[in-house]
């Protein structure tokens, strides 16, 4: 996936705040827009302005297969909260048996290489399929969740392969303080592993509860933090394009 450095349309898109652009990309994009979220909080802002401003839009999420049991219980949760169905994309089958006989499944222990990996399987390609199904990908990327997302724009332009997708980060300068604040007065449920000190929310055993004074994804592979081994605390479905 690519950057694609145009401004057709983004200093526009740039300017607006995030339910206009919500509304922007159901109304102008219809079915080939959607929110992907993976249920943190900002998924979950997003979705409670979708209800009120597209309540169309499609929601999709990537279930790796390995998401924490809260987290498929909430998702459950939202769907009826909302009445909406969210559409789950997940990895090819034959790719997750071949790599655990290769590598077994715990194979993100042994090395930053084997972790990226089982990313790419469980993460990246079944977010490349649900990106062929849009023209606009929303995302709940904010800067204030690592160093690595200080840079991100609100509105950008990506392509994989041939297609170019428009991606939007409606929440992207919003502070933890100000979803939180917002989750609370709208009575938005969220997933209550926040409560139990995670400020990211992934795959079991791959992500762990923060400190206060750490990164919110500080708590992603933490056994790569001792090592020395490669530290970056980004899957691959936000590199090489995301504008970060
Ligand atoms: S976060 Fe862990 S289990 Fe999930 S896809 Fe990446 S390496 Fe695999």
């Known amino acids: 996936m690519a950057l694609v450095h145009e401004s057709e349309h983004l ?14 990309a159901y109304r102008e994009h219809g079915d080939r827009a959607g929110i992907i979220t993976s249920f943190q909080n900002t998924g979950c802002v997003m979705i409670d302005m979708a209800h009120r401003v597209a309540p169309q839009m499609r929601v999709m999420t990537v279930d790796t297969l390995r998401l924490p049991d809260e987290t498929y219980a909430f998702m459950d949760a939202v769907e009826k909260r909302y009445g909406i169905r969210i559409e789950r994309f997940q990895p090819d089958p034959e790719r997750v048996a071949r790599m655990i006989e290769q590598h077994g499944e715990y194979l993100f222990f042994d090395s930053k290489p084997k972790q990226e990996y ?15 199904t849009v023209d606009v990908w929303i995302t709940g990327l904010r800067r204030d969740q690592s160093d690595a997302r200080k840079q991100v724009d609100k509105a950008s332009v990506v392509t994989q392969g041939e297609h170019r997708i428009i991606k939007l ?14 989750l609370a007065d709208n009575g938005v449920p969220y997933n209550p592993l926040y409560d139990m000190g995670y400020t990211s929310i992934g ?29 970056s605390k980004e899957c691959g479905i936000h590199l090489g394009g995301s504008g970060i």
Request: hydrophobic residues 30%; glycine residues 6%; aromatic residues 10%.
């Open 169 to 182: 980060a409606p929440l992207v300068d919003w502070t933890e303080e100000q979803v939180r604040t917002y």
């Open 11 to 24: 200093d526009e898109l740039n300017t607006l705040g995030p339910e206009d652009l919500i509304e922007w």
């Open 118 to 132: 089982c990313c790419r399987i469980r993460k990246v390609e079944p977010n490349q399929r649900a990106l062929e």
């Open 203 to 231: 795959c079991k055993i791959c992500t762990t509860p923060t400190k206060p004074w750490e990164d919110k994804r500080a708590g992603r592979w933490r056994w790569f933090n001792q090592g020395g081994e490669g530290t």
